[in-house]
């Protein structure tokens, strides 16, 4: 199972909670390599995690780290595309190369690493690839539009590559997170943060246990029929 951007809050969080499952960890980071090997040396792992560092902004550099991926176990059944950028900029002043970098990594990334490991998935006739999306995908949200935009564009890649795979034995879907109490959240204001609370019916932040929750579900038999959807795990609080 291999998870970009597992040293951020949500992809720490997520190696958590597979350490002590019956699966073989590939975990990603960028510049964060650091912390996720600290955590990594403080977590007990059912079986020894692997640490891959790797830019997502480069072909080369996905390229890479997906032969390095799947020479370790010959392929990558499950892959989670959850490494991200926010980026706080209102339309009419966002520049080009901030939109394309927003884009690169979490649109096209995503696209590149299933293309890379989709020979592998195909010739097995397993694969369980999931998009890291958001609910500001479907309610926008002021300063976000480069955000929101590849966070919806994940819905139209993950429909189409679902109705592609599914003869072939792999399921795709996205996974629309509401607001979790780790990782990018960590980065707005009290007051922000309350403002939010108050919004969210739940009146709590979504926790990334219930994501890996959800994840194992869709890895397992019982989700082999469930693929081109969007999951949302937002505590009530819809939009679009
Ligand atoms: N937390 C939330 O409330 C929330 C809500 C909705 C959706 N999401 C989505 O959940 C996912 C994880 O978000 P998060 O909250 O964990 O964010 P985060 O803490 O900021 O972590 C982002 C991750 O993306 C990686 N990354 C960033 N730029 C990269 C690049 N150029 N190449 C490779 N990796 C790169 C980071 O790697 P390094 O740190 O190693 O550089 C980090 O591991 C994102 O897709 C985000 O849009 C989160």
Known sequence: MLITGASGGVGQQLTRFFAKKEVCLLLHSHRGIQDLQALVDGLDFSHPPHLFQADLEELEAVQTLCEKAMAV????????NNAGISSAAISW?????EWNRVMSVNLTAPFLMSKELLPAMRKKGFG???????IVAQTGAVGTAAYAASKAGLFGLSASMARELAPKGITVNTVALGYMSKGMIEELSEEMKEDLLRAIPANRFGEVEQLGALIEYLMGPDADYMTGQVLNLNGGLYGG
């Not at 176990?73 to 989670?80: E, F, K, N, P």
């Not at 002043?93 to 190369?97: M, P, T």
């Not at 369980?128 to 958001?134: A, D, E, G």
């Open 73 to 80: 176990h010959g392929s990558v059944d499950v892959l989670i």
């Open 93 to 97: 002043k966002l520049d080009l190369s």
């Open 128 to 134: 369980r690839i999931v998009n890291i999306s958001s």
